[in-house]
């Protein structure tokens, strides 16, 4: 079951959603680990971000359903 958002009047699927507010989780903890020096310790930091990207993509889908439950709209 696919999930989907009512934004005015217009259905979205989930997937667009949770990927763009991981993206900018996941751009916000890029720059935070940019700040405390974080990438000295990483062996290949684009690597690293990407897997970063999905677990951060993967936490928004599982916890941001509950979250919204008004917005959330399941098919029949």
Do not use: C, N, Q
């Amino acid at each position: 079951m696919s999930a989907e958002y009512i934004l005015g009047g217009i259905y979205i699927d989930a997937a667009p959603v949770h990927g763009s507010i991981a993206l900018l989780i996941a751009l916000l903890l890029h720059r935070l680990l940019i700040a405390i020096r974080f990438y000295r310790f990483v062996w290949h930091p684009v690597l690293f971000d990407t897997a970063m990207f999905i677990l951060v993509w993967a936490l928004v889908t599982l916890w941001l359903p509950p979250l919204v439950p008004s917005l959330l709209h399941s098919p029949l």
